[in-house]
């Protein structure tokens, strides 16, 4: 089968090909497994963060790709759930021990990072960690719902907001255009404020519904009940505190931060950035829990997903511009 491989560590800065288009063996599923033939991949900036070694695979060569839609195509023994030809999805959690913290157990493994994901023709994975794709979505709509979508609905539930509480977005890419909706859906008394740098995706958030839309460092018409964070820098977090509400909360949505601009937080002051009880809670993967409450919430709203394709010979170049912040809603490799 077509792969693209990772082989070893890259700054994305200076090397355009961190990714290898290799011939390799078919997988064969194991016991409990499924084999998926691959549709779609979703390219998502985690792949960055283990391309640039920010979260490495614990062994290389390896296949990334962690946002899978495809169809059964096989199954190992003792599997139940699916039958061949079945549409499914498979997103960051590739394993783990099935508990309500899962996301957070030394038995988690991660689908692209410790065991071979999407970039490829065909992939496995325990029919526990595969999902039914709502008929709503095309193959190409479902890949970014099966991360920037899951981690962001677990990140809105950390909030903790309620209906009528603002919520603020910092950073408005695959993940923070499934949030807006989503948010719209869930709390139609909130307004949702977008905090972005590129006036192409404050402009987009508009279209998409937020009531305001600014720089980073803007200040939004009223202090913020929560804001969830998606960029890979440290600035936003320094700016959202100062926009939170006493009590607010600011959620980090990110698997790691670039160490870029990490000296600015030694510019943090107590009482406007920590004072008045305000929190910081940060995402830490998903659960299978997550995905699978949020796909059928997504194919009620209906869930609006914006997409960039490109054929998986391309991914090199998708993850160039998703460093390079060219990004308008996803970006997805059709296999």
């Known amino acids: 089968?077509?792969?693209?491989?990772?082989?070893?560590?890259?700054?994305?800065?200076?090397?355009?090909?961190?990714?290898?288009?290799?011939?390799?063996?078919?997988?064969?599923?194991?016991?409990?497994?499924?084999?998926?033939?691959?549709?779609?991949?979703?390219?998502?900036?985690?792949?960055?963060?283990?391309?640039?070694?920010?979260?490495?695979?614990?062994?290389?060569?390896?296949?990334?790709?962690?946002e899978v839609v495809g169809t059964v195509a096989g199954s190992g023994p003792a599997t139940s759930r699916?039958?061949?030809?079945?549409?499914?999805?498979?997103?960051?959690?590739?394993?783990?021990d099935g508990s309500e913290y899962e996301n957070l157990s030394p038995a988690f493994r991660a689908?692209?990072?410790?065991?071979?994901?999407?970039?490829?023709?065909?992939?496995?994975?325990?029919?526990?960690?595969?999902?039914?794709?709502?008929?709503?979505f095309s193959d190409i709509e479902a890949a970014p719902l099966l991360c920037a979508g899951g981690v962001g609905y677990r990140a809105l539930s950390l909030t903790g907001i309620r209906n009528g509480e603002p919520l603020g977005l910092t950073g408005f890419g695959g993940s923070g255009h499934l949030v807006l909706q989503l948010a719209k859906h869930l709390f139609p008394d909130s307004g949702v404020f977008v905090f972005a740098r590129s006036e192409k995706e404050r402009a987009f958030a508009?279209?998409?519904?937020?009531?305001?839309?600014?720089?980073?460092?803007?200040?939004?018409?009223?202090?913020?009940?929560?804001?969830?964070?998606?960029?890979?820098?440290?600035?936003?977090?320094?700016?959202?505190?100062e926009q939170l509400r006493p009590g607010g909360r600011l959620v980090i949505n990110a698997i790691r931060k670039e160490a870029g601009d990490a000296g600015l937080m030694g510019g943090i002051r107590y009482e406007d950035h920590l004072w008045h009880e305000k929190e910081i809670k940060t995402v830490a993967n998903v659960t299978h829990r997550d995905i699978a409450e949020f796909l059928p919430i997504a194919a009620d709203v209906p869930l609006f997903v914006e997409t960039e394709t490109y054929r998986l010979e391309e991914a090199n170049?998708?993850?160039?511009?998703?460093?390079?912040?060219?990004?308008?809603?996803?970006?997805?490799?059709?296999?």
């Open 1 to 66: 089968m077509r792969a693209m491989q990772l082989e070893r560590m890259v700054d994305l800065g200076n090397e355009n090909e961190p990714l290898r288009l290799v011939d390799t063996e078919k997988p064969v599923p194991g016991p409990g497994e499924l084999l998926i033939a691959v549709r779609t991949c979703g390219v998502c900036h985690t792949e960055l963060d283990e391309i640039e070694g920010r979260t490495p695979p614990p062994r290389l060569p390896v296949i990334p790709g962690h």
């Open 82 to 96: 699916f039958r061949d030809g079945d549409r499914v999805g498979v997103g960051w959690i590739h394993g783990s």
């Open 111 to 136: 689908t692209g990072r410790d065991a071979n994901g999407g970039y490829a023709e065909y992939m496995t994975v325990g029919e526990d960690y595969a999902y039914p794709i709502p008929e709503t």
């Open 206 to 241: 508009v279209e998409l519904g937020a009531d305001w839309a600014g720089d980073t460092e803007d200040r939004p018409p009223g202090a913020l009940q929560a804001i969830i964070d998606t960029t890979p820098a440290w600035r936003p977090v320094l700016a959202a505190l």
């Open 317 to 335: 170049r998708a993850l160039v511009e998703l460093k390079a912040g060219h990004v308008r809603g996803a970006k997805v490799l059709v296999i």
